[in-house]
Structure formats: C-alpha cells, structure tokens
C-alpha cells in the first residue's frame, strides 16, 4: 500500500522525544524508549506480540503465525525504520513504528500496538506523541496510516494529534500528518 498524495500544508510540531517516563490512568509508571537493536529488546517485543490478542490485530498485523511475525519483525527493526517500545516494567506493552514507503527519502507509515491489559489508559496516546517526536528528530516530515473507520476512539485521537483524513473512499481511512522536524521538545 502506498501512502496519500496529498499532505497537509501546515507541519505539526512539539511531539516529546523519547526517552520519557509517563503515569499513565491507571497509575503505572511507562518508560518510553527508542529501540536500541538489542537482541534483548527485539525479544521483548516478539514476547508481546506473541501474547497479542487477536481481536487487536488489525490489517493483517501483528502476523500471528510465528514465521511471519519474525519476517515482519525483521523489516520494521531496522536502521530505515523508527520505533518506540512502551515498558511497564520489563515489559514491552506498546510499540510503534514508521516504516518508509520506498526508502527514507518517502513518507513513512506508522502502526501503534498496545496490549490488550494496557488499552484505555492513555499510552496509546504517549506512545503515539513519542514516535511522532521521534520521527521527527530522525528527520521525517510525511507520517500517514489507515485505520478501520469503525474505529471512532482511534480516528478521535489521531485528530486530536494533528492527522487529517486525505482518503474516505473505502472502509479504511487513511490520515496523514505533516511533521515539523525542528519543533520537537526534548523531555527526560
């Protein structure tokens, strides 16, 4: 799938930069971090996909079949992509991820995952500000992704992140956002 063709004029900026630690509803302290290529992390992560429920899958991902949950961790953990693990402990509880289109010069897709027992709490909405602030650092401007129009608590937050809807036409919505890669905030 390639993303839209068009973006918004105006950049979005102020995304915090991982690392931070928030609080999140619920009270747990959740470390957010960029992937560091650790074989330990990748391991933390695969743990969580694989404990992943799947009524949260959505489009075909996280792939449930082990072969193919290691050939897409295998391209979404690499130097061209960004990520950002959620930690409840040591735990990964939430990831996100831009992945470029067509190499790093291309808009980048993102996907955020929270385990089911972490929903509702509001690290979805850390998680998302983090990888945006992430992105950004690394020099990304065009973020887009698709989400099942069905799902209003999703489409709401990524309205009130920035992104806007640039193609309704099928049972998908795809959203974009314009980064402003100057503007991040740097928090601890």
Same mark, same amino acid.
Request: glycine content about 10%; proline content about 7%.
């Given at each position: 799938?390639?993303?839209?063709? *068009? ?17 999140? #509803?619920? %009270?747990?302290? @959740? ?12 391991? #933390? ?5 694989? #404990?992943?429920? &799947? ?6 991902? &996280?792939? $449930? *079949? ?29 990831? #996100?991820?831009?992945? &470029?289109?067509?190499? &790093? ?5 993102? =996907? @955020? ?7 509702? =709490?509001? @690290? ?5 500000? $983090?990888?945006? %602030?992430?992105?950004?650092?690394? %020099?990304? $401007? ?18 009130? @992140? ?13 959203? =974009? ?12």
């Amino acid at each position: 799938m390639t993303g839209p063709t *068009r973006y918004p004029d105006e950049p979005v900026g102020g995304f915090p930069s991982p690392p931070r630690t928030v609080e999140d #509803a619920d %009270g747990r302290e @959740i470390d957010l971090r960029a992937y560091d290529g650790s074989d330990d992390e990748r391991e #933390a992560l695969r743990a969580m996909y694989e #404990a992943f429920d &799947p009524a949260d899958r959505a489009q075909g991902i &996280p792939p $449930s *079949r082990p072969g193919k949950l290691e050939e897409w961790l295998d391209r979404i953990l690499t130097t061209e992509c960004c990520n950002v693990f959620a930690w409840d402990g040591d735990d990964v509880v939430g990831h #996100a991820t831009l992945v &470029p289109e067509n190499g &790093p010069e291309s808009p980048y897709e993102l =996907a @955020i995952f929270v385990v089911q027992s972490h929903q509702g =709490a509001g @690290i979805g909405t850390a998680l998302m500000k $983090s990888i945006l %602030g992430h992105g950004a650092d690394e %020099g990304i $401007s065009k973020v887009w992704l698709t989400v099942e129009r069905w799902n209003r608590s999703a489409v709401g937050l990524y309205e009130k @992140i920035g992104f806007e809807t640039t193609d309704a036409e099928s049972f998908e919505l795809e959203m =974009a956002i314009r980064l402003d890669a100057g503007q991040t905030e740097s928090t601890g």
